[in-house]
Each structure stands twice: as C-alpha cells, then as structure tokens.
C-alpha cells in the first residue's frame, strides 16, 4: 500500500536532541574517553563518519574524523566548526562537540538517521505531491536564510546534503558545512569549487560570489524535485558547466505538463543568471508557491521515474566536490539526464579566495573534471 509523503507543514518545532553548545575544539584530547564508536555510517574524501554513543549521557551522535596532517587541512575543519558554531537553527544540523589529537579532528555532530531527502520521495512505498514538495522547499529555504542572516555561505547545497529527520517525518537539515565560508558582502568573494550540477555560473566563471549563489542551487534542487531532470546536465562535466554558465532551461519535458505556474514562477526566479537577480531566501518564502495561504496547485502526483533515474545516477558518481578548472569550450544545449556514471579523478584542495572589489571581467566557460558530492 502507497503512504502518501504528508503535504502537512510540520506543526511547531522538535525537542531538540541537546540544548543548544557553545563549542570550542578541545586540543590534545581523544574522543574515545568521553563517547564509544559503534559503527561507520559514511566515507569520503574528507573523513569518515561513525555513530558513536556519549558515555555519561548515552546519547547517540555522529562523529566525523578529518585527517589534519596539512596546515591546511586543519584550517578547513576549524573554519567548519567556527560557522557551525553560529548556525544554532532547527533546520540545520547542530554541533556537539569537537576534539583534536595525533594529528585527527572529530567533529560530533547531531545524529540524522532518516536518510537523504531524495532517497526517501523516490520510495515505493510514497506519493510525492507537489503540495509536499513545497513542505521541504520551504524549509530548505528557511534554514538557508538563516544561514545567510549570519552572513554564511553554504556553497555546497545539493540533494546529498538534504537529510530527513525520522524515516517516516517530513522535517529535514541542511548538513555539511565543509565548504561554507563566512562572507562579507563588502569583499569579492571567489571560489574554485563546485558540484557541476549544483553550481552557479558566477563560481564557474570565477566571479564574485554571494547570497545569490546559494540561492541557484536551491533552484536547481527545486526544478530536479518537481521533475526527477537535472535542468544544465551534460553529457559530460564540462558540458554541464557550459550550460550552467548560458543559464539556459525550460518547462517544455511532459514532467512539467502537470505543475503549476506558481511552482514554475518560483524557480524561475531563481534560475537567473545575474547573482544579483534571483530570489534571496526571504523573498522565497514570501513567494505564492510557498506561502502559507493555500496555493493553487494540481493536486497530482510528481512523477518519480526520473528522479529516481537521476539519484542512482547520482549513486554511481563520486560523492566528493571538486575543483574548478578554467577551460575555453562552445556550450552544449542542456541534455536530458541518463544514467551514467563519471571517471573518478584525484581529489582537488578546495580554494576560496576573499580580495578587495575589482571591475568585472569577461566570463570565460570552465570545467570541473571528476564527480560530485558532499564530504
């Protein structure tokens, strides 16, 4: 038997697991005299995760260990635990504790087990509505302007990152701030990394980034939710990142032939090419399609063939983001999303970069070679 995905707003908020830590990296110490590993709940290029236990208060967590050999790799999970540390918000994961030793940092992180957002709706056993997609775009949307309230750039927003609370809820979490950076909108802000499908064209171009560029992805999330297609996938990297900088889609797929112009006018503000043009966060929220009173919608089911296409595609493909690289290319039109599965290549240093404002330049098409993801 089908269970529809509650089309119901979550009413009030969750007991929070723990109240709310002011943390500090607590340096020389190993993790395991205070919590007991139990069993590793994910791997990738930047540390691997385990469900580990408290032992004074045998409270479940998760614990992620990053290698910080490297001066630099060190810097990038202090920077990490210094934005999270702002981020108390119950629609973003939340900090417990931090610890370094013998050259490895743990990061004990809140503990979601309701699985990828995207894993769940593609589920047999569920109905997506429209209706339900706007629970979970509007609160993606809420903890992303929060975020950016606190002057924080996510960066990395992409399905992967999307978690649901409880396997049969539908609350979710923004997680993985292994990327994010605080921003300050007085400074030229530019970054070398993306995920090809997720990106915005101001970071494949290597211009100045901002709120906006958060903004592209949730658009992104949003049009590949109602329709199960990646709007600028190519048939390789660098073809998707040459659609992604011509900012060219459209509604024309019959996986559209169903949804509503409110849905169709809310991505389109965000899908916009100039940075500056799209939706802030806020704004979304005050958008018809999301907004409290009752909106139009069809009422039908969102098809889920072709998202459930994309997600094992996405299964296929290295889970770990990648560096920018310039390239000269003619773009591609956008490709309708098949599976496949991308060649692997060595893991690039991730580089941000903060300067002083300087003129515009001419945007120039680039590449990322390799897979996508989260770490």
């Not at 329709?227 to 998707?240: C, H, K, R």
């Not at 900088?245 to 459209?250: E, F, G, L, M």
């Amino acid at each position: 038997m089908s269970i529809k995905v509650d089309e119901n707003d979550p009413v009030g908020e969750l007991e929070p697991s723990f109240p709310y830590r002011d943390v500090t990296i607590r340096r020389n110490v190993d993790m395991k005299e205070f919590y007991d590993l139990e069993s590793e709940i994910g791997r990738g290029k930047f540390g691997t995760v385990y469900r580990c236990r408290e032992k004074s208060t045998d409270l479940a967590l998760a614990a992620k260990f990053v290698g910080i050999a490297r001066r630099e790799d060190r810097r990038n999970v202090e920077r990490e635990v210094e934005i999270m540390r702002m981020l108390q918000h119950p629609r973003i994961i939340q900090l417990y504790d931090a610890y370094e030793s013998s050259n490895v940092m743990c990061v004990i992180q809140e503990l979601i087990e309701g699985g990828e957002l995207f894993d769940r709706v593609i589920g047999d056993d569920f109905i997506l509505t429209e209706k339900s997609c706007t629970v979970f775009v509007r609160q993606i949307c809420e903890g992303v302007a929060f975020m950016h309230s606190k002057n924080v750039l996510h960066l990395d927003l992409k399905p992967e990152n999307i978690l649901c609370m409880t396997r049969t809820g539908n609350r979710i979490k923004i997680i993985d701030f292994g990327l994010a950076r605080q921003y300050d909108p007085s400074k030229k802000l530019q970054v070398l990394f993306g995920t090809p499908e997720f990106v915005a064209p101001e970071v494949v171009n290597f211009d100045a980034i901002g709120f906006g560029t958060d903004m592209w992805s949730v658009g992104v999330i949003c049009y590949v939710l109602l329709s199960g297609l990646s709007p600028f996938m190519g048939e390789t990297d660098v073809e998707t990142m040459a659609n992604v900088t011509i900012a060219q889609y459209d509604f024309d797929d019959e996986a559209f032939d169903d949804i509503s112009e409110d849905a169709k006018d809310f991505i389109r503000k965000l899908l916009v090419k100039t940075r500056d043009g799209r939706y802030s966060a806020s704004e979304c929220l005050c958008h018809p399609w999301l907004s409290r009173r009752p909106p139009l919608l069809t009422g039908l089911d969102v098809t889920k063939e072709n998202l459930r296409e994309t997600v094992e595609r996405w299964s296929e493909q290295d889970p770990s983001p990648t560096q920018v690289t310039v390239v000269p290319l003619s773009p591609s039109p956008p490709a309708t999303p098949v599976v496949t599965q991308l060649p692997p290549t060595p893991p690039a240093t991730p580089v941000a970069t903060q300067l002083p404002p300087t003129p515009p330049t001419t945007p120039v098409a680039t590449g990322v070679a390799g897979g996508v993801g989260g770490s």
